[in-house]
């Protein structure tokens, strides 16, 4: 090769390309891959250039085993990117900046003193011929003023709003106890203190919300909240996460949402981050 190079009379820009050459080749060939920046490496598991619609199971497995906690694996639901407007994200593989929780249900086992608060509550109204043991499964997500509109129309009844909330609170703070954390889900939020940005973004109004979270030991995991009284439009609309990944200062594309309910989901889906159903995550606890 030196002695054509010489010959050609052109033997430095040659040799110049060819050490180009011997740098690309080596480069492209033994250089590692690419990673993302250690602290954010374990929470981004799972990310996919082409975000199927559910995708590992590893979401968090990495971070917690890190840190010595042993948590449930779980599933990822991606947010369909086909109809993102102009500058709400990329679809390549990015960093998750922020946990977004809903409470009850997903963050917290509510469910055995709402059934017993409502059951109560309802029969002092008349309205209990219409609630059973799944009616606040079937409407998981709603307000507590969507509820009770549904259960008076099923009921063919009009009652006081405020009698009857006034009553139910009553009621409710002596089967406070009831209330317990779903560990497999609290689990993340204290593994992932620290490393990731944590709001509670829930339906229920935020004296309940504060007071859930109190009882179980688990507000002080969390920056914000976004309760009812905090939008105008709930769940499934994208307002109440789009309203707590603002408050964090965070990208939505760089959200990931744990719920328990549809609604939820969609909300979560629709503000266009991801999502995860507890409800299919080992140690949930079953209805």
Not at 136 to 151: D, M, N, V
Not at 193 to 201: D, F, S
Request: proline content about 5%; aromatic content about 8%; charged content about 25%.
């Amino acid at each position: 090769r030196r002695q054509i190079l010489m010959k050609g009379g052109v033997q430095g820009p040659l040799l110049l390309l060819l050490l180009v050459i011997s740098v690309v080749e080596t480069f492209s060939f033994t250089s590692p891959p690419l990673s993302l920046p250690r602290r954010h490496s374990a929470l981004a598991c799972g990310l996919q250039k082409n975000r199927q619609p559910v995708v590992s199971r590893k979401g968090a497995g990495g971070v917690c085993a890190a840190m010595g906690v042993d948590v449930a694996e779980y599933e990822i639901v991606y947010p369909d990117t086909a109809d993102q407007k102009e500058g709400a994200g990329a679809t390549e593989v990015g960093e998750v900046e922020a946990f977004l929780f809903d409470c009850d249900g997903t963050l917290v086992d509510s469910m055995p003193m709402w059934t017993e608060n409502w059951r109560h509550t309802s029969a002092l109204f008349g309205l209990d011929g219409s609630f059973h043991e799944g009616f606040l499964y079937e409407h998981a997500g709603k307000t507590i003023e969507e509820t009770l509109k549904i259960l008076c129309e099923a009921e063919g009844k009009e009652v006081d709003y405020t009698d009857f909330f006034e009553a139910k609170e009553k009621h409710m703070a002596d089967i406070y106890p009831l209330v317990k954390e779903i560990t497999p889900v609290a689990d993340i939020a204290r593994a992932a203190e620290g490393n990731v940005r944590m709001a509670v973004v829930s339906s229920g109004p935020r004296y309940m919300v504060e007071a859930l979270l109190q009882q179980s030991h688990l507000d002080h995991l969390f920056e914000f909240m976004v309760c009812a009284e905090d939008v105008t439009r709930h769940k499934p609309h994208p307002e109440p996460y789009l309203k707590a990944a603002e408050m964090l200062g965070v990208s939505p594309v760089r959200c990931r949402v744990f719920e328990d309910a549809d609604a939820g989901m969609k909300s979560g889906n629709a503000a266009n981050m991801q999502t995860v159903d507890v409800r299919k995550m080992r140690g949930y606890p079953k209805a």
